[in-house]
């Protein structure tokens, strides 16, 4: 039985870190997470994922020690603002499960995010290859309770051969990979998604998140199909993925959401 995620999850979207090319202070770095995460708590929003978002050129792996020091910092100072038992999520970018989870056991998180959690793509880090035999029972050994939200054909990257139909990729996911929730998304950053492609995600038989493209306009639609979004780009101000969240603009897709 899969648990339903929020139904409207926000981004905080950390500046580089330290290690990172373009790394900005520690003071910053919280200081814009949790201004960040108390606009989104105010809006309505009822979950946040935490990303290190800056720190692109993203290791297609293991990320360094640093880095998950750094988030670690970051996602206790989001805590302070939203409380303990508010719904978090860890995002090790560009696929590091296990860093993830190492996050989700020392800080109680609800759930992580894996890009690629099963099969193979072809990304702007390379190949990446998802690793579910070892996700899942690192999950069990440290913190049997965190959830594992699975993207589907994740955005940002190709498939390594023929693309097999959507449906199929989602029921794996669930089925064999053992996800508790799948995520589909657009090519990119802020790409809406099809409602076809929600429809058959859906038929795996676990609830169903948009991870990009929602906004005051879709989420009414989207939610109607979906059992949850993520909205991180739309909620930013003049919509720069990069800028801080924009408290008017996440009241005004939370109320659309019916928040």
């Given at each position: 039985?899969?648990?339903?995620?929020?139904?409207?999850?926000?981004?905080?979207?950390?500046?580089?870190?330290?290690?990172?090319?373009?790394?900005?202070?520690?003071?910053?770095?919280?200081?814009?997470?949790?201004?960040?995460?108390?606009?989104?708590?105010?809006?309505?929003f009822?979950?946040?994922?935490?990303?290190?978002?800056?720190?692109?050129?993203?290791?297609?792996?293991q990320?360094?020690?640093?880095?998950?020091?750094?988030?670690?910092?970051?996602?206790?100072?989001?805590?302070?603002?939203?409380?303990?038992?508010?719904?978090?999520?860890?995002?090790?970018?560009?696929?590091?499960?296990?860093?993830?989870?190492?996050?989700?056991?020392?800080?109680?998180?609800?759930?992580?995010?894996?890009?690629?959690?099963?099969?193979?793509?072809?990304?702007?880090?390379?190949?990446?290859?998802?690793?579910?035999?070892?996700?899942?029972?690192?999950?069990e050994?440290?913190?049997?309770?965190?959830?594992?939200?699975?993207?589907?054909?994740?955005?940002?990257?190709?498939?390594?051969?023929?693309?097999r139909?959507?449906?199929?990729?989602?029921?794996?996911?669930?089925?064999?990979?053992?996800?508790?929730?799948?995520?589909?998304?657009?090519?990119?950053?802020?790409?809406?998604?099809?409602d076809?492609?929600?429809?058959?995600?859906?038929?795996?038989?676990?609830?169903?998140?948009?991870?990009?493209?929602?906004?005051?306009?879709?989420?009414?639609?989207?939610?109607?199909?979906?059992?949850?979004?993520?909205?991180?780009?739309?909620?930013?101000?003049?919509?720069?993925?990069?800028?801080p969240?924009?408290?008017?603009?996440?009241?005004?897709?939370?109320?659309?959401?019916?928040?």
């Amino acid at each position: 039985m899969h648990t339903r995620p929020p139904k409207l999850i926000g981004m905080v979207h950390l500046l580089p870190l330290p290690g990172s090319p373009r790394s900005a202070s520690m003071k910053a770095v919280l200081e814009r997470a949790c201004s960040d995460a108390r606009s989104l708590l105010d809006a309505g929003f009822q979950g946040l994922v935490v990303e290190n978002f800056g720190d692109a050129p993203f290791v297609p792996g293991q990320v360094q020690p640093v880095t998950v020091a750094a988030m670690a910092r970051a996602i206790g100072a989001v805590q302070d603002v939203v409380g303990t038992e508010f719904p978090l999520v860890a995002n090790v970018l560009r696929n590091d499960a296990r860093s993830a989870l190492g996050l989700a056991a020392a800080l109680s998180l609800h759930a992580i995010r894996v890009n690629v959690h099963v099969g193979a793509r072809v990304t702007d880090q390379g190949l990446i290859q998802g690793v579910a035999h070892e996700t899942v029972r690192q999950r069990e050994a440290w913190s049997p309770n965190v959830q594992i939200w699975a993207d589907i054909r994740v955005k940002h990257s190709a498939p390594l051969g023929s693309e097999r139909p959507l449906a199929e990729e989602a029921k794996e996911a669930v089925s064999r990979g053992l996800a508790d929730a799948v995520i589909i998304t657009g090519a990119g950053t802020g790409v809406s998604v099809s409602d076809t492609d929600l429809t058959e995600a859906a038929s795996a038989g676990a609830p169903v998140l948009v991870g990009s493209g929602a906004n005051e306009k879709s989420i009414a639609r989207i939610l109607q199909i979906a059992d949850g979004a993520i909205v991180g780009t739309a909620t930013k101000e003049s919509g720069v993925t990069t800028g801080p969240v924009c408290s008017s603009r996440a009241r005004a897709i939370a109320r659309a959401a019916g928040l």
